[in-house]
Protein backbone atom coordinates (compact mmCIF):
# COMPACT_ATOMS: atom_id res chain seq x y z
CA UNK A 1 0.00 0.00 0.00
CA UNK A 2 2.81 2.50 -0.66
CA UNK A 3 1.55 6.08 -0.89
CA UNK A 4 -1.70 5.12 0.41
CA UNK A 5 -2.47 7.65 3.53
CA UNK A 6 -1.99 5.46 6.72
CA UNK A 7 -3.11 6.32 10.44
CA UNK A 8 -3.74 9.98 10.45
CA UNK A 9 -5.87 12.92 12.15
CA UNK A 10 -9.74 12.41 11.98
CA UNK A 11 -9.87 15.69 9.40
CA UNK A 12 -7.55 14.82 7.01
CA UNK A 13 -9.18 11.42 6.86
CA UNK A 14 -12.94 13.10 5.87
CA UNK A 15 -11.08 15.41 3.72
CA UNK A 16 -9.68 12.53 1.70
CA UNK A 17 -13.54 10.63 1.82
CA UNK A 18 -14.98 14.34 0.75
CA UNK A 19 -12.64 13.78 -2.63
CA UNK A 20 -15.04 11.05 -3.68
CA UNK A 21 -18.59 12.13 -2.99
CA UNK A 22 -21.81 9.93 -4.23
CA UNK A 23 -23.81 10.69 -6.75
CA UNK A 24 -26.70 12.50 -5.54
CA UNK A 25 -30.52 13.29 -7.22
CA UNK A 26 -33.47 15.21 -6.31
CA UNK A 27 -37.35 14.90 -6.50
CA UNK A 28 -39.98 16.40 -5.42
CA UNK A 29 -42.03 15.59 -2.87
CA UNK A 30 -45.42 16.55 -1.19
CA UNK A 31 -45.25 18.51 1.91
CA UNK A 32 -47.10 15.70 3.70
CA UNK A 33 -43.67 13.10 3.22
CA UNK A 34 -41.20 16.24 3.65
CA UNK A 35 -40.35 15.85 7.16
CA UNK A 36 -36.52 14.27 7.81
CA UNK A 37 -35.88 15.61 4.10
CA UNK A 38 -32.97 18.11 2.88
CA UNK A 39 -33.92 21.06 0.47
CA UNK A 40 -31.79 19.95 -2.61
CA UNK A 41 -33.05 24.36 -3.69
CA UNK A 42 -33.01 27.42 -1.85
CA UNK A 43 -36.87 28.02 -0.99
CA UNK A 44 -38.41 31.92 -2.04
CA UNK A 45 -41.09 32.54 -0.27
CA UNK A 46 -44.50 32.95 -2.63
CA UNK A 47 -46.44 35.41 -0.31
CA UNK A 48 -45.55 37.83 2.26
CA UNK A 49 -46.60 37.09 5.79
CA UNK A 50 -48.82 37.96 6.83
CA UNK A 51 -50.35 38.67 3.47
CA UNK A 52 -52.21 41.68 5.29
CA UNK A 53 -51.89 44.07 8.63
CA UNK A 54 -54.52 42.10 10.65
CA UNK A 55 -55.03 41.74 14.67
CA UNK A 56 -52.51 39.04 17.11
CA UNK A 57 -55.75 39.89 19.57
CA UNK A 58 -59.29 39.25 19.93
CA UNK A 59 -60.71 42.88 20.74
CA UNK A 60 -61.16 46.43 19.59
CA UNK A 61 -59.19 47.99 16.60
CA UNK A 62 -59.24 51.62 16.48
CA UNK A 63 -56.77 54.51 16.02
CA UNK A 64 -54.63 55.91 18.70
CA UNK A 65 -55.28 59.03 19.45
CA UNK A 66 -52.51 61.15 21.46
CA UNK A 67 -54.79 63.54 23.32
CA UNK A 68 -57.88 61.18 24.21
CA UNK A 69 -58.73 60.43 27.89
CA UNK A 70 -59.54 57.06 29.18
CA UNK A 71 -62.09 55.50 29.84
CA UNK A 72 -62.96 56.61 26.32
CA UNK A 73 -66.23 55.31 24.95
CA UNK A 74 -66.68 54.55 20.97
CA UNK A 75 -69.04 53.22 18.57
CA UNK A 76 -69.02 50.07 17.50
CA UNK A 77 -69.19 50.50 13.91
CA UNK A 78 -68.95 46.37 12.76
CA UNK A 79 -67.16 43.35 13.16
CA UNK A 80 -64.11 41.80 11.72
CA UNK A 81 -63.46 38.02 11.27
CA UNK A 82 -60.87 36.25 10.16
CA UNK A 83 -63.26 34.75 7.98
CA UNK A 84 -61.19 35.00 4.34
CA UNK A 85 -63.62 37.38 2.93
CA UNK A 86 -62.89 40.20 0.74
CA UNK A 87 -64.42 43.56 1.04
CA UNK A 88 -62.59 46.43 3.49
CA UNK A 89 -64.06 47.83 6.54
CA UNK A 90 -63.20 51.61 6.96
CA UNK A 91 -63.08 52.83 10.27
CA UNK A 92 -64.68 56.44 11.18
CA UNK A 93 -64.00 59.11 13.22
CA UNK A 94 -64.98 58.27 17.03
CA UNK A 95 -65.55 54.47 15.99
CA UNK A 96 -64.14 51.14 16.80
CA UNK A 97 -64.46 47.73 14.69
CA UNK A 98 -65.00 44.28 16.93
CA UNK A 99 -62.39 42.15 15.71
CA UNK A 100 -60.84 38.72 16.22
CA UNK A 101 -57.43 37.35 15.91
CA UNK A 102 -55.91 37.59 12.61
CA UNK A 103 -58.93 39.35 11.08
CA UNK A 104 -57.94 41.92 8.94
CA UNK A 105 -57.23 45.56 10.28
CA UNK A 106 -60.18 47.91 9.15
CA UNK A 107 -58.75 51.14 6.76
CA UNK A 108 -57.80 53.56 9.25
CA UNK A 109 -57.37 51.94 12.27
CA UNK A 110 -53.88 51.02 13.55
CA UNK A 111 -54.10 49.57 17.18
CA UNK A 112 -56.01 47.03 19.23
CA UNK A 113 -56.97 46.99 22.44
CA UNK A 114 -57.72 43.19 23.64
CA UNK A 115 -60.94 42.14 24.94
CA UNK A 116 -60.30 42.36 28.42
CA UNK A 117 -59.77 45.93 29.08
CA UNK A 118 -63.07 46.75 26.81
CA UNK A 119 -66.65 46.74 28.93
CA UNK A 120 -69.05 46.69 25.69
CA UNK A 121 -72.77 47.78 26.59
CA UNK A 122 -75.53 45.19 26.39
CA UNK A 123 -76.98 46.71 22.90
CA UNK A 124 -73.52 46.21 21.85
CA UNK A 125 -73.78 49.61 20.21
CA UNK A 126 -70.63 51.30 22.05
CA UNK A 127 -67.47 50.38 23.56
CA UNK A 128 -65.45 51.88 26.69
CA UNK A 129 -61.72 51.48 26.12
CA UNK A 130 -60.53 51.33 29.36
CA UNK A 131 -56.62 52.28 28.34
CA UNK A 132 -55.17 53.18 25.18
CA UNK A 133 -55.54 50.37 22.39
CA UNK A 134 -51.77 49.03 21.45
CA UNK A 135 -50.01 49.30 17.83
CA UNK A 136 -48.02 46.54 19.01
CA UNK A 137 -51.42 44.50 18.49
CA UNK A 138 -50.99 44.60 14.85
CA UNK A 139 -49.12 42.35 12.96
CA UNK A 140 -47.81 44.29 9.63
CA UNK A 141 -47.90 43.15 6.56
CA UNK A 142 -44.83 40.77 5.63
CA UNK A 143 -42.99 41.28 8.67
CA UNK A 144 -42.10 37.85 9.24
CA UNK A 145 -41.64 37.00 5.15
CA UNK A 146 -41.27 38.84 2.39
CA UNK A 147 -42.11 37.50 -1.16
CA UNK A 148 -39.29 36.60 -3.15
CA UNK A 149 -36.97 36.28 -0.55
CA UNK A 150 -35.10 33.18 0.37
CA UNK A 151 -36.13 31.91 3.11
CA UNK A 152 -35.08 28.30 3.90
CA UNK A 153 -31.88 27.44 2.21
CA UNK A 154 -30.70 24.60 0.11
CA UNK A 155 -29.59 22.02 2.31
CA UNK A 156 -31.85 22.91 4.85
CA UNK A 157 -33.11 19.55 7.23
CA UNK A 158 -36.86 19.59 6.79
CA UNK A 159 -38.04 19.88 10.80
CA UNK A 160 -42.01 20.12 11.49
CA UNK A 161 -41.70 24.09 11.87
CA UNK A 162 -39.62 24.04 8.56
CA UNK A 163 -42.46 21.93 7.05
CA UNK A 164 -44.93 24.09 8.17
CA UNK A 165 -42.81 27.08 7.04
CA UNK A 166 -42.74 25.79 3.23
CA UNK A 167 -46.53 26.05 3.42
CA UNK A 168 -46.55 29.25 5.08
CA UNK A 169 -44.62 30.10 1.83
CA UNK A 170 -47.16 28.02 -0.78
CA UNK A 171 -45.94 25.33 -1.20
CA UNK A 172 -47.72 21.96 -1.82
CA UNK A 173 -44.64 20.18 -2.99
CA UNK A 174 -40.47 20.79 -2.26
CA UNK A 175 -38.01 19.83 -3.57
CA UNK A 176 -35.64 17.54 -1.92
CA UNK A 177 -32.66 15.01 -2.19
CA UNK A 178 -33.38 11.72 -2.80
CA UNK A 179 -31.97 9.57 0.22
CA UNK A 180 -28.34 7.79 -0.70
CA UNK A 181 -28.70 3.98 -0.72
CA UNK A 182 -26.17 2.67 1.47
CA UNK A 183 -25.20 -0.72 1.53
CA UNK A 184 -24.22 -2.55 4.72
CA UNK A 185 -21.86 -5.73 4.59
CA UNK A 186 -20.74 -7.19 7.81
CA UNK A 187 -17.67 -9.49 7.49
CA UNK A 188 -16.41 -12.23 9.46
CA UNK A 189 -16.90 -16.49 9.76
CA UNK A 190 -18.22 -15.69 13.16
CA UNK A 191 -20.75 -13.87 12.43
CA UNK A 192 -24.84 -15.37 13.10
CA UNK A 193 -27.88 -13.95 12.45
CA UNK A 194 -29.28 -12.90 15.66
CA UNK A 195 -32.63 -15.56 16.11
CA UNK A 196 -30.15 -18.60 15.13
CA UNK A 197 -28.79 -21.16 17.60
CA UNK A 198 -25.51 -20.08 18.41
CA UNK A 199 -22.58 -22.75 18.16
CA UNK A 200 -19.65 -22.63 20.50
CA UNK A 201 -17.31 -19.82 18.27
CA UNK A 202 -19.86 -18.17 16.97
CA UNK A 203 -21.40 -14.39 17.91
CA UNK A 204 -24.19 -12.83 17.25
CA UNK A 205 -23.77 -10.20 14.11
CA UNK A 206 -24.33 -6.63 15.27
CA UNK A 207 -22.93 -4.11 13.37
CA UNK A 208 -25.08 -4.26 10.59
CA UNK A 209 -28.31 -3.40 12.50
CA UNK A 210 -26.76 -0.44 14.21
CA UNK A 211 -25.18 1.23 11.05
CA UNK A 212 -28.64 0.65 9.40
CA UNK A 213 -29.90 2.44 12.36
CA UNK A 214 -27.40 5.33 11.93
CA UNK A 215 -28.25 5.80 8.06
CA UNK A 216 -31.76 5.90 8.80
CA UNK A 217 -31.05 8.51 11.66
CA UNK A 218 -28.98 10.55 8.54
CA UNK A 219 -32.44 10.36 6.22
CA UNK A 220 -30.87 7.84 3.71
CA UNK A 221 -32.33 4.37 2.98
CA UNK A 222 -30.01 1.58 4.29
CA UNK A 223 -29.20 -1.90 2.68
CA UNK A 224 -28.38 -4.35 4.43
CA UNK A 225 -26.63 -8.14 3.07
CA UNK A 226 -26.23 -11.03 5.05
CA UNK A 227 -22.96 -11.27 6.68
CA UNK A 228 -20.00 -12.38 4.32
CA UNK A 229 -17.67 -15.38 5.49
CA UNK A 230 -13.98 -14.11 5.42
CA UNK A 231 -13.20 -15.37 1.89
CA UNK A 232 -12.33 -13.56 -1.20
CA UNK A 233 -14.64 -15.35 -3.21
CA UNK A 234 -17.42 -14.20 -1.20
CA UNK A 235 -16.66 -10.77 -0.64
CA UNK A 236 -16.07 -10.01 -4.00
CA UNK A 237 -19.32 -11.32 -5.12
CA UNK A 238 -21.28 -9.07 -2.45
CA UNK A 239 -18.99 -6.25 -2.97
CA UNK A 240 -20.44 -6.31 -6.75
CA UNK A 241 -23.36 -6.93 -5.61
CA UNK A 242 -23.69 -4.16 -3.41
CA UNK A 243 -21.75 -1.69 -6.12
CA UNK A 244 -24.21 -2.14 -8.35
CA UNK A 245 -27.11 -1.06 -5.91
CA UNK A 246 -26.17 1.02 -3.99
CA UNK A 247 -24.70 4.70 -3.73
CA UNK A 248 -22.41 3.94 -0.94
CA UNK A 249 -20.91 0.95 0.74
CA UNK A 250 -19.95 0.39 4.38
CA UNK A 251 -18.32 -2.97 5.22
CA UNK A 252 -17.75 -3.82 8.83
CA UNK A 253 -14.75 -6.03 10.36
CA UNK A 254 -11.57 -7.44 8.55
CA UNK A 255 -10.00 -3.90 7.76
CA UNK A 256 -7.21 -4.92 10.65
CA UNK A 257 -3.60 -6.52 9.98
CA UNK A 258 -5.12 -9.86 10.72
CA UNK A 259 -4.36 -12.69 8.35
CA UNK A 260 -8.37 -12.84 7.77
CA UNK A 261 -8.99 -9.20 7.34
CA UNK A 262 -10.22 -9.53 4.35
CA UNK A 263 -11.56 -6.40 3.45
CA UNK A 264 -8.33 -4.24 3.65
CA UNK A 265 -6.36 -7.33 1.74
CA UNK A 266 -9.73 -7.16 -1.13
CA UNK A 267 -9.73 -3.45 -1.46
CA UNK A 268 -5.95 -3.60 -1.55
CA UNK A 269 -5.55 -5.90 -4.35
CA UNK A 270 -8.25 -5.59 -6.17
CA UNK A 271 -10.16 -2.11 -5.42
CA UNK A 272 -8.61 1.69 -4.91
CA UNK A 273 -7.82 2.33 -1.11
CA UNK A 274 -7.13 6.33 -0.18
CA UNK A 275 -6.46 5.85 2.96
CA UNK A 276 -6.28 3.29 6.17
CA UNK A 277 -6.10 3.71 9.48
CA UNK A 278 -7.41 7.22 11.04
CA UNK A 279 -5.85 8.17 14.56
CA UNK A 280 -8.87 7.78 16.96
CA UNK A 281 -9.59 5.51 19.74
CA UNK A 282 -11.89 3.59 19.54
CA UNK A 283 -11.57 2.66 16.02
CA UNK A 284 -8.22 2.99 14.53
CA UNK A 285 -8.39 0.81 11.37
CA UNK A 286 -11.11 1.62 8.76
CA UNK A 287 -10.28 2.21 5.08
CA UNK A 288 -12.02 4.72 2.78
CA UNK A 289 -12.05 4.16 -0.85
CA UNK A 290 -13.31 3.01 -4.26
CA UNK A 291 -15.02 -0.35 -5.15
CA UNK A 292 -16.13 -0.55 -9.12
CA UNK A 293 -15.91 3.81 -8.65
CA UNK A 294 -18.51 2.93 -5.38
CA UNK A 295 -17.26 4.85 -2.50
CA UNK A 296 -16.25 2.35 0.17
CA UNK A 297 -15.82 3.15 4.09
CA UNK A 298 -14.17 -0.31 5.93
CA UNK A 299 -15.63 -0.02 9.17
CA UNK A 300 -13.77 -2.25 12.13
CA UNK A 301 -15.45 -4.89 13.51
CA UNK A 302 -15.78 -4.47 16.72
CA UNK A 303 -19.50 -2.90 17.49
CA UNK A 304 -18.24 0.07 19.64
CA UNK A 305 -15.85 1.36 16.87
CA UNK A 306 -17.97 0.60 14.11
CA UNK A 307 -20.48 3.44 15.56
CA UNK A 308 -17.68 5.76 16.65
CA UNK A 309 -16.16 5.28 13.09
CA UNK A 310 -19.87 6.14 11.71
CA UNK A 311 -20.28 9.32 13.24
CA UNK A 312 -16.48 10.92 12.87
CA UNK A 313 -16.75 9.89 9.46
CA UNK A 314 -19.59 8.60 7.77
CA UNK A 315 -22.06 11.15 9.16
CA UNK A 316 -19.75 14.37 8.08
CA UNK A 317 -19.47 12.51 4.96
CA UNK A 318 -23.18 12.05 4.15
CA UNK A 319 -23.66 15.69 5.29
CA UNK A 320 -21.25 17.11 3.07
CA UNK A 321 -22.74 15.02 -0.15
CA UNK A 322 -26.00 17.21 0.89
CA UNK A 323 -24.37 20.24 1.78
CA UNK A 324 -26.43 20.26 5.17
CA UNK A 325 -25.91 20.22 8.62
CA UNK A 326 -28.79 18.12 9.77
CA UNK A 327 -29.22 15.85 11.78
CA UNK A 328 -27.40 18.15 14.28
CA UNK A 329 -25.24 16.81 16.75
CA UNK A 330 -24.66 18.87 20.12
CA UNK A 331 -21.31 19.03 21.26
CA UNK A 332 -21.24 20.45 25.32
CA UNK A 333 -18.87 21.18 27.62
CA UNK A 334 -18.71 19.11 30.31
CA UNK A 335 -16.51 18.29 33.05
CA UNK A 336 -14.85 14.82 33.77
CA UNK A 337 -16.27 13.38 36.75
CA UNK A 338 -14.01 9.88 36.12
CA UNK A 339 -10.68 9.53 35.36
CA UNK A 340 -10.80 8.96 31.09
CA UNK A 341 -7.62 6.55 29.58
CA UNK A 342 -6.70 9.50 27.06
CA UNK A 343 -3.97 8.96 24.87
CA UNK A 344 -1.24 10.99 23.24
CA UNK A 345 -2.15 11.15 19.37
CA UNK A 346 -5.67 10.03 19.05
CA UNK A 347 -8.99 11.94 19.85
CA UNK A 348 -11.02 9.32 22.39
CA UNK A 349 -14.32 8.33 22.34
CA UNK A 350 -15.23 7.30 25.89
CA UNK A 351 -18.76 6.43 26.71
CA UNK A 352 -20.40 8.50 29.42
CA UNK A 353 -23.27 9.50 30.64
CA UNK A 354 -24.50 13.46 31.50
CA UNK A 355 -26.05 14.64 34.18
CA UNK A 356 -27.02 18.75 34.56
CA UNK A 357 -26.11 20.46 37.25
CA UNK A 358 -25.60 24.29 38.63
CA UNK A 359 -21.96 23.89 37.78
CA UNK A 360 -22.80 22.71 34.31
CA UNK A 361 -23.12 19.36 32.51
CA UNK A 362 -20.89 16.09 34.58
CA UNK A 363 -19.64 13.05 32.77
CA UNK A 364 -19.58 10.02 34.31
CA UNK A 365 -17.82 6.97 33.11
CA UNK A 366 -20.07 4.01 34.61
CA UNK A 367 -19.00 1.02 32.48
CA UNK A 368 -15.82 -0.52 31.24
CA UNK A 369 -15.07 0.91 27.77
CA UNK A 370 -13.89 -2.31 25.73
CA UNK A 371 -15.02 -1.37 21.91
CA UNK A 372 -16.45 -4.90 22.34
CA UNK A 373 -19.00 -3.49 24.73
CA UNK A 374 -22.08 -2.12 22.67
CA UNK A 375 -24.08 -2.16 26.30
CA UNK A 376 -21.63 0.61 27.48
CA UNK A 377 -22.85 2.98 24.13
CA UNK A 378 -26.26 1.99 24.56
CA UNK A 379 -26.54 3.37 28.20
CA UNK A 380 -24.52 6.77 27.47
CA UNK A 381 -25.25 9.71 26.49
CA UNK A 382 -22.33 10.77 24.96
CA UNK A 383 -18.77 10.52 23.64
CA UNK A 384 -16.01 12.48 25.20
CA UNK A 385 -14.03 14.50 22.02
CA UNK A 386 -11.19 14.16 23.95
CA UNK A 387 -8.53 15.87 21.74
CA UNK A 388 -4.82 13.95 21.46
CA UNK A 389 -2.78 15.25 24.77
CA UNK A 390 -5.84 16.37 26.98
CA UNK A 391 -4.96 14.45 30.08
CA UNK A 392 -8.61 13.01 30.65
CA UNK A 393 -7.89 14.06 34.32
CA UNK A 394 -11.13 14.80 37.03
CA UNK A 395 -11.99 17.92 37.21
CA UNK A 396 -10.92 18.61 33.36
CA UNK A 397 -13.68 20.23 31.05
CA UNK A 398 -13.99 19.15 27.83
CA UNK A 399 -15.94 18.71 24.75
CA UNK A 400 -18.39 16.09 24.47
CA UNK A 401 -21.07 15.06 21.66
CA UNK A 402 -24.20 14.26 23.10
CA UNK A 403 -25.47 11.00 21.11
CA UNK A 404 -29.28 9.81 20.83
P1 LIG B 1 -12.53 -7.77 12.94
O1 LIG B 1 -12.37 -6.33 12.70
O2 LIG B 1 -13.16 -8.47 11.82
O3 LIG B 1 -11.24 -8.39 13.38
O4 LIG B 1 -13.52 -7.90 14.17
C1 LIG B 1 -13.18 -7.35 15.44
C2 LIG B 1 -14.11 -7.87 16.49
O5 LIG B 1 -15.43 -7.43 16.22
C3 LIG B 1 -14.21 -9.37 16.59
O6 LIG B 1 -14.33 -9.72 17.96
C4 LIG B 1 -15.47 -9.72 15.83
O7 LIG B 1 -16.04 -10.90 16.28
C5 LIG B 1 -16.34 -8.52 16.15
N1 LIG B 1 -17.27 -8.27 15.05
C6 LIG B 1 -16.93 -8.13 13.75
N2 LIG B 1 -17.99 -7.88 12.99
C7 LIG B 1 -19.07 -7.88 13.82
C8 LIG B 1 -20.45 -7.69 13.62
N3 LIG B 1 -20.94 -7.45 12.41
N4 LIG B 1 -21.26 -7.75 14.70
C9 LIG B 1 -20.75 -7.99 15.93
N5 LIG B 1 -19.44 -8.15 16.17
C10 LIG B 1 -18.59 -8.12 15.14
MG1 LIG C 1 -13.34 -10.41 11.24
Same mark, same amino acid.
Given at each position: ????????????????AF?????????????????????????????????????????????????????????????????????????????????????????????????????????????? $??? &?????? +???? /?????? %? =?????????????????????????????????????????????????????????????????????????????????????????? $??? &?????? +???? /?????? %? =??????????????????????????????????????????????????????LV?PYL?RA??????????????????????????? $????????????????????????????????????????????????????????
Amino acid at each position: MEGVPYFIPVEEAQSIAFKTPPLTADEECDLDRAHGRILSQDLVSKVNDPPFDNSSMDGFACRLNPGAIYPLTLKISGVVAASGQEGTNVLGEGEAFRIMTGAPMPEGADSILQIERCEVTADESTVT $LLE &APKPHF +VRKM /SENLTE %G =EVTLKQGTLLTPSRVGLCATMGYATVPVYKPLVVGILSTGDELKAPGSELKRGEIYESNSYGLAGLVQWMGHKAKRYSSVNDSMDALRTS $LDA &ASDECD +VILT /SGGVSM %G =EFDYVRRIMEEEGDIHFWRMKIRPGSPPLFGTWKSTPLFGLPGNPVSSHVVFRMLVAPYLRRALNTEGPVEWKVRAKLCDKIKSTKDCLT $LRRVTLTSTEEGMMAHQPRHQGSGNLESLASADALTLLQPGQSGDVGEWIDVLVIE
